[in-house]
């Protein structure tokens, strides 16, 4: 971290406050007097610095972090790909995993139908909203536990792992079987949550925030790993843009600067992240070709009959012809690596 | 609701169609056939009609709301200014009230000095952090339950209504004794959170978040509200945008559209929305010159000790000048109307 | 186009209007009256209708395009793909280009030495900046009329077609034997300068401004279009967000949505779009999985000597390996489809 | 300038490295050597140094100013502000001016009248488009020489200077006689154009574009003075956010900042920032209150009727009543402060 000081800062408030830098936090303080400035230098683990409270000191100019300010999530200090192995499936570390299924559990025989059908078309993990986030008061809100238990019948029925998001600290004894637990969008920065599903040895899918960066995600999944859980999952989804024509800006640099940052393994929603199904398969050819380690895409049966985001979905039949190609295409660019 | 069908659509489907909306919503729907589209019209109440459900039928080329989804905060169907009155001071209604405290509560001599201090320069409510949401988990969290007490203190000597954030609803107990909730930006879209306060009899202070639109905003309030709690107080606090020299960008036009679109008191975190302490007397003047309903200050007796987000605070002296010109520019502005 | 009347507009006024609509533009007006609001619609060539000025009008509530306002760049009056054949190489149509080259000019020593390289590595086109839009005024502004001249000596020493930015009208006549001449970013809502480019018969390459929709790149398409020159090559190199990590965020989406609505070719430029040399890899090969038909690439002999844009060019090295792979990515991606 | 160089790298190479920058710039290079990293100092005038090529040296790291990049608009070193006095009426310097008119010059009739109109009501200065830049080829492009020639007139019956929009360098013989030549928010990134108006003695309106930073406006204006006119004036006019419901997000923050960091004068230009007329008048005030020098407000007499941008303008009454408001709340500022 360097820090320079304003101008006009006598040595004696230098030696000051260099020493109650060194007295708070781990690191070291080096000082450079320049002629017209003072630069500050902290060596040592400057992750706990908190870089407001010294920026606030009257006789700081501005600061400047030099090293990442997480850790756990943080590629240098753990050099090797983290891979996610759920019922026998890698995310992570060269694989491709597809995640599909209904924005929305329906019904019985609405989700085992598309978990048979993603199944058959290499899907080897099933997604279903049990708990929506709707922005209306007055859209369906989901099955809520009733999903939850009709996802779990299909996990019964199809031996696929499941993939559903939590809302609520209150819900999370109702998760106990969910096999990965998805945090949404905007509770990418809802804190408590994310301390308590530190707590839990169940992997958790980090989706980025609308309107976060990549570094505020990846401090969000030092929440979670910080409270002892490292089985998080990073996803890129869209971010909020100008740009009206689709839903959100698929940020397509996030996977590789997300890969090269983290450990972490990354995966891609092009389906809300585009909000248009004509764009699903460009966009999922595209993630894989950036280096993702997994897609998530919504499929529904009847997209035209369902409760929630219908217009975003594919069908089967959609889904089955992108699952070949996107596999393909994996496979290709492995070759060519 | 006007619906845009494809082009090459046959009357019977048209028909059918027309008939499942009237079926499942409360109201009529009329259909106009031009040469080359057939526009359908939704009359009635639209509020709960499930705008993406519609658009993803095959035959819809796109919709448009003519209502406002929101009914309950929308001021068409509650002229009337709403105004919120808590221990003798109100919220909306023309009077201008100054919300003011540190961003953290840190200790009871902290609280309690700077409580005197803004209170004597106009404040009549007192804010202080306790449950903090910082981006880093290895940043200072608040003293939590701590914090509340101390602010309860800080409230029993001085008689100023205090107000401070919640993060989830597991703390909604401790809360009890609080004058007025917070929802931060961060949970603006916190759903499970917002129906929960909903339950109460409390009033709400509703800050946009970072990436939310007007109406988004005024959705999360319409959450709180048709779930039983119509004291609901909307705050902007800058949103996200390219420009970096501030921390967020102060949405002025907010205030006014607020305002017009709704009958909720609207009120101005100018500590919040630049992160600068010098733009902190501008925005101040500009938001009630806009025509805000309050204004809510960070005040620190030491800004360069405070644990979290010094650097946007002010010391009470500054406070002072600046209470006086905005309460000097109120009465000055009310008169030239 | 459909326009939503306001709710006491007497129909003797909506006569008038609708008179006065099919009086100015090639249209038909139809009226449907509803319960609460009256709603037109208008067939015909809507393209030229002037929507802000329908809105202006007082008894108007709001108006939704329903057609595309452009007609000479939309796919839809154009369906077959415009291929543009430049010294027998074809930008669109199926096949994949690179056009590579350093971001400056600087001497015919390092034109030359790159044009060599980048050739013998596949590209067909070589670019190089002469006059360089610059943020500061005391940045390099590029060799100006000498850097073209050393580019056509390029072009006669490898029979490379080259590409290079146009600022003024004034220097149109500079650009005689320039092959596809570029509009850069910042000059994209350069009216005067597209409407001179219009008049010439030479390929435009132009970019989309950083904070320009797809639909408003397209009306500046449509304006070179209109003055009589349709030879457009669309160019996505990112939009500017909040994210910071990136000097801008590349929109991925834009490539197959482009290629949707019009029938020109759509390149892309990984080197501008996200300033990182690191990340040209990967968003090259993810551009071609969406679809693109050419990308741009910023190459440098020495890209800690360039004069200006260092930061994102990449080696003659480097760039050998990044277009085997995106040769071999475009041909697996092929035989796939 | 600050600069972090890599950890590896030999004190040969910093040598090397510093006498380079050395013998390049005016500056003299300190290093402070620690443990993990090298730190360079750069001291003295470093708005030369390219920030770009810097960074692009293969040892370094990362790059930070501490000075501004821009020195001729900088207020360090030109604590006055600047006053531009024209035909008797002073901007800047704490007065407030309001410059009115029609968006688009129509004839005579029109711009007479409302200039008699405006002037009244307290505007001293006239604006009128003759050249538009519009989104579409197809909307009316402004009446261009023929408009010019009709605020000449204007000009000429009511004494009132005129402001007006140059769209290119070929027309500015055609703005001999024009007051102040405004430069629009797309041409703000127009270099060539900014250094031709940098040769003529006439103030320059410089409109913010609609994605350009503060930092970035202020180097369009440096383009300007460096090349020998210092008569710019800054204007805020709205930048591109997510929000849709106002065309621009005005950014109220960007009137105190330029003060700050600046001494040119800064206006405000509410009604292209929202695009709304009813948000004109808070808007305005906003303005007042957070310090600007004058306001540019568009003014129809019938804008239902107007050729462009018909719907943000008010009508002479409204203005009568929005001017009447200004200036009161104006001179309540100035007895306040």
Same mark, same amino acid.
């Given at each position: 971290?360097?820090?320079?000081?304003?101008?006009?800062?006598?040595? +004696?408030?230098?030696?000051?406050?260099?020493?109650?830098?060194?007295?708070?936090?781990?690191?070291?303080?080096?000082?450079?007097?320049?002629?017209?400035?003072?630069?500050?230098?902290?060596?040592?683990?400057?992750?706990? &610095?908190?870089?407001?409270?010294?920026?606030?000191?009257?006789?700081?100019?501005?600061?400047?972090? &030099?090293?990442?300010?997480?850790?756990?999530?943080?590629?240098?200090?753990?050099?090797?790909?983290?891979?996610?192995?759920?019922?026998?499936?890698?995310?992570?570390?060269?694989?491709?995993?597809?995640?599909?299924?209904?924005?929305?559990? +329906?019904?019985?025989?609405?989700?085992?139908?598309?978990?048979?059908?993603?199944?058959?078309?290499?899907?080897?993990?099933?997604?279903?909203?049990?708990?929506k986030p709707r922005t209306s008061p007055y859209s369906f809100q989901g099955?809520?536990?009733?999903?939850?238990?009709?996802?779990?019948?299909?996990?019964?029925?199809?031996?696929?792992?499941? &993939?559903?998001?939590?809302?609520?600290?209150?819900?999370?004894?109702?998760?106990?079987?969910?096999?990965?637990?998805?945090?949404?969008?905007?509770?990418?920065?809802?804190?408590?949550?994310?301390?308590?599903?530190?707590?839990?040895?169940?992997?958790?899918?980090?989706?980025?925030?609308?309107?976060?960066?990549?570094?505020?995600?990846?401090?969000?999944?030092?929440?979670?790993?910080?409270?002892?859980?490292?089985?998080?999952?990073?996803?890129?989804?869209?971010?909020?843009?100008?740009?009206?024509?689709?839903?959100?800006?698929?940020?397509?640099?996030?996977?590789?600067?997300?890969?090269?940052?983290?450990?972490?393994?990354?995966? &891609?929603?092009?389906?809300?992240?585009?909000?248009?199904?004509?764009?699903?398969?460009?966009?999922?050819?595209?993630?894989?070709?950036?280096?993702?380690?997994?897609?998530?895409?919504?499929?529904?049966?009847?997209?035209?009959?369902?409760l929630s985001d219908?217009?975003?979905?594919?069908?089967?039949?959609?889904?089955?012809?992108?699952?070949?190609?996107?596999?393909?295409?994996?496979?290709?660019?492995?070759?060519?690596?």
């Amino acid at each position: 971290m360097i820090i320079v000081l304003k101008p006009e800062v006598s040595k +004696e408030e230098i030696q000051k406050f260099s020493e109650s830098i060194m007295a708070k936090y781990d690191v070291k303080v080096n000082a450079w007097y320049g002629t017209h400035a003072t630069v500050l230098g902290l060596l040592g683990d400057t992750h706990e &610095v908190d870089i407001e409270s010294i920026a606030a000191q009257k006789i700081v100019e501005s600061v400047k972090r &030099v090293q990442e300010p997480y850790k756990k999530a943080n590629r240098k200090f753990h050099p090797d790909d983290t891979v996610i192995e759920i019922g026998g499936h890698k995310i992570g570390g060269g694989e491709l995993q597809i995640i599909a299924g209904p924005c929305s559990v +329906e019904s019985y025989e609405q989700i085992t139908e598309i978990a048979k059908r993603v199944k058959q078309a290499g899907a080897n993990f099933l997604r279903g909203g049990a708990f929506k986030p709707r922005t209306s008061p007055y859209s369906f809100q989901g099955l809520r536990a009733e999903g939850l238990e009709l996802l779990l019948e299909a996990k019964n029925l199809t031996g696929m792992p499941i &993939v559903t998001e939590i809302m609520s600290t209150d819900h999370i004894d109702l998760f106990e079987n969910v096999d990965i637990i998805q945090v949404g969008a905007r509770n990418m920065q809802n804190f408590e949550l994310l301390k308590e599903l530190g707590k839990l040895d169940k992997p958790i899918l980090l989706k980025r925030g609308l309107a976060n960066t990549i570094e505020e995600t990846l401090m969000s999944a030092e929440y979670i790993m910080s409270s002892g859980n490292e089985k998080v999952i990073l996803c890129e989804r869209g971010i909020r843009t100008f740009e009206t024509f689709t839903r959100n800006t698929m940020d397509i640099s996030a996977v590789p600067i997300f890969k090269r940052l983290s450990h972490l393994p990354v995966i &891609v929603d092009p389906s809300h992240a585009a909000g248009i199904p004509w764009l699903i398969e460009p966009l999922s050819l595209a993630a894989v070709a950036a280096g993702a380690d997994a897609l998530i895409i919504e499929v529904h049966n009847d997209p035209t009959k369902a409760l929630s985001d219908g217009p975003q979905s594919i069908t089967p039949d959609q889904f089955d012809n992108i699952a070949r190609k996107v596999f393909a295409a994996k496979q290709s660019l492995k070759n060519i690596q």
